[in-house]
């Protein structure tokens, strides 16, 4: 998509978008459902057979914050796809997690990166940690006439904030609020599980290897609970996505160390 010179110097991407290709625009414009007619509460569980993401979670720690999730997505009471991706790099300091309905969640993932990336490309700067949690609050209440049919999103949003030199974690509601949590935050499915065992287990001073077991552990535990939520797979070689995030920007953690954490995991487990 090319610029035109009424373009330049806006450096919002939908509103470009929204002049130059409605019929694009359209896919994001939620305006146009409010003369939709929701479906009624015995429809709605019936109507609604979308893949749905389930857990994510991040954790800060001494040197940064994680931010994680499984790989399963379900389909009523069965597993829809075993390797979809639920955590994205967002920049060169910051990273969200999706939960909820599969499609909406990549779509708003992907559009955010894009944002992001176009801002600063336009603007000539970085933009800071706390406006793109605040841009991010509006494009979740954008999404509130597709999450009143059923379609919801609920992001966490980490990142690193190299002037302030501290990690942060933002938590979001299907109306936009943007609430910012100093330690650790899971939701999804097995949210609540995962959360249970961050309680226990979690230490803000933690080293990066210490908060990773517990990462993994908190995952194991939500697995364990929660039909939604997929454990290690080592037949299959699927293991969580864990991404690091500090002052030298964002890291995956390979397959072969997650893979080591859930060995060991299972080894203390059958000792105990």
């Given at each position: ?26 896919a994001?414009?939620t ?17 609604l ?9 991040a ?127 899971a ?44 454990g290690?797979?080592?037949?299959r ?23 080591r ?12």
């Amino acid at each position: 998509m090319l610029l035109d010179v009424a373009d330049y110097g806006n450096s919002d991407f939908l509103e470009i978008l929204k002049r130059r290709r409605p019929e694009l625009y359209a896919a994001f414009n939620t305006e146009a459902l409010s003369d939709v007619p929701l479906p009624s509460a015995r429809h709605h569980a019936a109507s609604l057979d979308a893949l749905k993401g389930t857990t994510v979670l991040a954790a800060v720690y001494k040197d940064g914050v994680i931010i994680a999730g499984d790989r399963q997505a379900v389909e009523g009471f069965q597993v829809g796809e075993r390797r979809i991706q639920k955590v994205y790099e967002v920049d060169e300091h910051s990273a969200i997690a999706i939960a909820g309905v599969a499609g909406p969640c990549i779509e708003m993932a992907k559009l955010f990166q894009v944002e992001v990336e176009f801002y600063e490309k336009i603007e000539g700067t970085t933009l800071s940690l706390e406006g793109k949690a605040n841009h991010l609050s509006n494009m979740v209440k954008s999404n509130l006439g597709m999450a009143l049919q059923g379609l919801y999103v609920i992001p966490i949003f980490a990142g690193y904030d190299p002037k302030e030199k501290q990690a942060k974690i933002y938590k979001y509601d299907v109306t936009g609020g943007r609430y910012e949590e100093a330690d650790y935050h899971a939701i999804g499915s097995g949210g609540k599980d995962a959360q249970t065992t961050l309680k226990k287990r979690y230490s803000k001073d933690m080293a990066r290897d210490e908060v990773l077991r517990v990462v993994a552990e908190a995952l194991w535990d939500a697995a364990d609970e929660d039909l939604g939520t997929a454990g290690p797979d080592m037949i299959r070689g699927i293991y969580p996505t864990i991404k690091c995030i500090e002052r030298r920007g964002v890291s995956d953690i390979a397959d072969s160390e997650v893979e080591r954490l859930y060995t060991e995991l299972i080894e203390n487990l059958r000792e105990m």
